[in-house]
């Protein structure tokens, strides 16, 4: 009972924070890059795929329970333009009060270089970004309920911009077959203090949908997400040159739909594919799509560590590499002490 209280009171909570936001967009954005091989590697949104990757709790809260206890994660990313991403995450379950975990993530952009109005040089600025994650969860037989509390800020040329939000996480895990569905709405929350006196930022307000599964007797994990449900009609169409066309329906659909492999080709290796169809239509060239909307991967694992590296590719400026190195600690200490 007390539970069922305390979602209804977040719940409402949240949609009382949300009615200020912009859907999709907005401020802020780098809350929902995905910073971690396994996010990366299946298509950059996953909201069901449970037990697998610590670093998951910032897509949502509630694909982490007891089994990653001790699990603590390093990665790091390289971005077209010269763009640095380091990223960390550790769970831990606590006596009586069950799992908790947290994640620091920060976005390195360098020296940029600054012109005034009449483009002669200025000099060079720099800018960063980071975000602090506390996370619940709690688990009521077969389902999973949890919420991330974050402090999110970013600094430009000396401006900086700050904000405090909630994610609300749930997933039902099937007892018996390898079925998981999840549900996440993310960055409800405030604004604690803007740029300027005269900004008026908006949070990147999300609600996400998907289902992961594995075939009984296929070596294959299937994810299938969907994001920005609450802006369907995407509001950076708004900006497209005149002659845009509009997608169809059908179009429409599809680009807020992303698909995710996970194929298991050994007990230590794990090969990974994502196809996001909106950053393909969105991001290829006139001509030609090339890699646009399509990522890849694999994690290996030896011992008590596992090792992981993606590709996400994105247009012709680039692609994004993604390193990780996760250790079970518990496991790793509880080896150490046997040994001496």
């Given at each position: ?7 209804l009171i ?8 949300a ?5 999709g ?13 396994m ?13 697998a990757?610590?670093?998951?709790l ?15 994660s ?5 971005y077209?333009?010269?763009?640095k ?36 040089s200025?000099?060079?600025f ?9 996370s619940?969860?709690?688990q ?17 040329a ?8 909630l ?21 409800a929350?405030f ?5 300027t006196e005269?900004?008026n930022i908006?949070?990147p307000?999300?609600?996400?949908v998907g289902?992961?599964f594995?075939p ?9 997400s ?7 009609a ?5 900006a497209?040159p ?41 991001l ?22 596992e ?5 996400a ?6 692609a994004?590499n ?8 518990k496991?790793?200490i ?7």
């Amino acid at each position: 009972m007390r539970n069922t209280i305390l979602t209804l009171i977040l719940l409402i909570a949240m949609n009382y924070m949300a009615y200020a936001q912009m859907d999709g967009s907005g401020s802020f954005l780098f809350l929902d890059v995905p910073v971690s091989v396994m996010l990366t590697g299946i298509g950059g949104v996953n909201v069901s795929r449970t037990d697998a990757d610590v670093n998951l709790l910032t897509s949502n809260p509630a694909l982490i329970s007891d089994a990653l206890d001790g699990y603590l994660s390093l990665n790091y990313v390289i971005y077209p333009g010269d763009i640095k991403i380091s990223n960390v995450s550790y769970s831990q379950s606590i006596a009586n009060t069950g799992n908790w975990s947290a994640n620091l993530v920060y976005f390195d952009y360098g020296e940029i270089n600054s012109y005034d109005d009449t483009g002669e040089s200025t000099g060079t600025f720099s800018a960063d970004e980071y975000a602090l994650t506390i996370s619940k969860s709690h688990q009521i037989d077969n389902y999973r309920l949890a919420v991330n509390v974050k402090y999110a800020a970013s600094t430009i040329a000396g401006y900086t911009a700050s904000s405090l939000l909630l994610d609300l996480g749930g997933v039902f895990i099937h007892p018996e077959k390898d079925f998981s569905a999840g549900l996440v709405i993310k960055n409800a929350g405030f604004v604690l203090n803007n740029f300027t006196e005269t900004d008026n930022i908006a949070l990147p307000f999300n609600v996400q949908v998907g289902t992961s599964f594995k075939p009984e007797h296929m070596p294959v994990r299937f994810s299938f997400s969907m994001y920005d449900l609450t802006d369907w009609a995407n509001t950076t169409e708004q900006a497209a040159p005149v002659d845009y066309e509009s997608p169809t329906a059908v179009d429409r659909f599809f680009r807020h739909t992303i698909f995710g492999m996970e194929v298991l080709a050994g007990k230590h290796l794990r090969l990974l594919a994502g196809y996001d169809h909106k950053k393909r239509k969105e991001l290829k060239l006139v001509n030609v799509s090339g890699g646009a909307g399509i990522s890849y991967g694999l994690m290996v694992s030896v011992k008590s560590f596992e090792f992981g590296f993606s590709r996400a590719t994105y247009h012709a400026a680039g692609a994004s590499n993604t390193f990780t190195l996760t250790s079970d600690l518990k496991n790793l200490i509880m080896k150490k002490t046997t040994v001496e």
